[in-house]
């Protein structure tokens, strides 16, 4: 954006992004936990401040309560003062294993009882790739004259949860989310 500078750039201002790391790119990792397990049913959040030129949160922190009783954990953070392990960025567990992707991003692994090591189950070009379906989808709405596959009320749905994280942070309680407007 005009005037941007490693100090002011358009991604550390509340006018430009509506807030923080939720509003900025949470829909990112919210969409994949809603695609996988219905929609959130509540939340309670903490948001914190490491970054000293982001207006907004800079971390992230969340517990998920699906309709189906399901529970996740939710972590996005911003920062460029931290150095961070080699850890896996997304992770599932669920009572016969766990799928993870892997370190910086690369790969998609399985573990299980027959793949107590991990099992590479899909390679990938890394973070910005796992955005390809997506692009794809946009692309082929706009070419075919369609819809996307996600209709723009279900993806209103990502904004319902992460206004209703930033509810829960000013509250300090969880927050229960309602989808029957969209």
């Given at each position: 954006?005009?005037?941007?500078?490693i100090?002011?750039?358009?991604?550390?201002?509340?006018?430009?992004?509506?807030?923080?790391?939720?509003?900025?790119?949470?829909?990112?990792?919210?969409?994949?936990?809603?695609?996988?397990?219905?929609?959130?049913?509540?939340?309670?959040?903490?948001?914190?401040?490491?970054?000293?030129?982001?207006?907004?949160?800079?971390?992230?922190?969340?517990?998920?309560?699906?309709?189906?009783?399901?529970?996740?954990?939710?972590?996005?953070?911003?920062?460029?003062?931290?150095?961070?392990?080699?850890?896996?960025?997304?992770?599932?567990?669920?009572?016969?294993?766990?799928?993870?992707?892997?370190?910086?991003?690369?790969?998609?692994?399985?573990?299980?009882?027959?793949?107590?090591?991990?099992?590479?189950?899909?390679?990938?070009?890394?973070?910005?790739?796992?955005?390809?379906?997506?692009?794809?989808d946009?692309?082929?709405?706009?070419?075919?004259?369609?819809?996307?596959?996600?209709?723009?009320l279900?993806?209103?749905?990502?904004?319902?949860?992460?206004?209703?994280?930033?509810?829960?942070?000013?509250?300090?309680?969880?927050?229960?989310?309602?989808y029957?407007?969209?």
């Amino acid at each position: 954006m005009p005037g941007d500078n490693i100090k002011k750039a358009w991604r550390f201002s509340k006018d430009f992004t509506g807030g923080g790391i939720t509003i900025d790119g949470g829909a990112h990792w919210i969409r994949p936990l809603r695609e996988w397990f219905g929609n959130v049913k509540q939340t309670i959040c903490k948001f914190s401040y490491p970054h000293p030129h982001m207006e907004g949160e800079s971390l992230s922190q969340a517990i998920f309560l699906f309709d189906n009783d399901i529970t996740a954990i939710f972590e996005g953070i911003l920062t460029e003062t931290t150095i961070f392990c080699n850890d896996t960025p997304f992770r599932i567990t669920g009572t016969l294993g766990e799928i993870t992707i892997g370190p910086n991003g690369l790969g998609v692994f399985l573990y299980n009882k027959e793949n107590p090591n991990g099992k590479r189950v899909l390679n990938d070009n890394g973070y910005i790739s796992s955005f390809y379906y997506q692009f794809k989808d946009f692309f082929d709405s706009i070419k075919n004259n369609t819809c996307p596959q996600a209709s723009p009320l279900y993806s209103l749905g990502e904004m319902e949860t992460a206004l209703a994280m930033e509810k829960s942070d000013n509250l300090q309680k969880w927050i229960t989310i309602d989808y029957t407007n969209l």
